[in-house]
T-cell receptor, first 111, second 114 residues
């Protein structure tokens, strides 16, 4: 699986949009971009995934650049409950293959 | 039911004890996983089961023994552990098909080896 690079930490004011970047310059054509988050002492939670088109669900939006070498997870209106470690992962979908976590970005949402 | 349930939530065991961690899901997922997470580190994959067969073992020591008795259950048998094995053990499941909506993780078992 391709490696990803994320900033170790970010801050965001409550109510503002949180934009979390991820670089995955060695991504292959059949690898998807996944985002998970882990709130303290809980199991990771799936947020969203995409191949090349932008995706949106009730939790977040995923913007993937045209060359697919980077992506941004957007939480449109961050709340204190969004404080967590956010992991960007690239992998092939549809198989019981490895979901390998990098070091992630620790997002702190403040008042 | 859209959850992965792990029991127990907390476990303290001695180095000579034998214990088991249990994981259960009723989402019809055919792939199940064990992860280990040390404090302030990302989860690390230990084992992958696909259709009740072990498909990936990430060179885990034999004192950890996984078992998948049926498509809904996954166990991790522990024997002769070391204090450095103290960690959060996470179970996850996924559809293992052409369509995937992400892995579903349990809340974990926090294991302390004394």
């Amino acid at each position: 699986d391709a490696k990803t690079t994320q900033p170790p930490s970010m801050d965001c004011a409550e109510g503002r949009a949180a934009n979390l970047p991820c670089n995955h310059s060695t991504i292959s054509g059949n690898e998807y971009v996944y985002w998970y988050r882990q709130i303290h002492s809980q199991g990771p939670q799936y947020i969203i995934h995409g191949l090349k088109n932008n995706e949106t669900n009730e939790m977040a939006s995923l913007i993937i650049t045209e060359d697919r070498k980077s992506s941004t997870l957007i939480l449109p209106h961050a709340t204190l409950r969004d404080t967590a470690v956010y992991y960007c992962i690239v992998r092939i979908t549809g198989t019981a293959s490895k979901l390998t976590f990098g070091t992630g970005t620790r997002l702190q949402v403040t008042l | 039911d859209t959850e992965v349930t792990q029991t127990p939530k907390h476990l303290v065991m001695g180095m000579t004890n034998k214990k088991s961690l249990k994981c259960e899901q009723h989402m019809g997922h055919r792939a199940m996983y064990w992860y280990k997470q040390k404090a302030k580190k990302p989860p690390e994959l230990m084992f992958v089961y696909s259709y009740e067969k072990l498909s990936i073992n990430e060179s885990v020591p034999s004192r950890f023994s996984p078992e998948c008795p049926n498509s809904s259950l996954l166990n991790l048998h522990l024997h002769a552990l070391q204090p450095e094995d103290s960690a959060l053990y996470l179970c996850a499941s996924s559809q293992d098909s052409g369509v995937e909506y992400g892995y579903t993780f349990g809340s974990g078992t926090r294991l302390t080896v004394v």
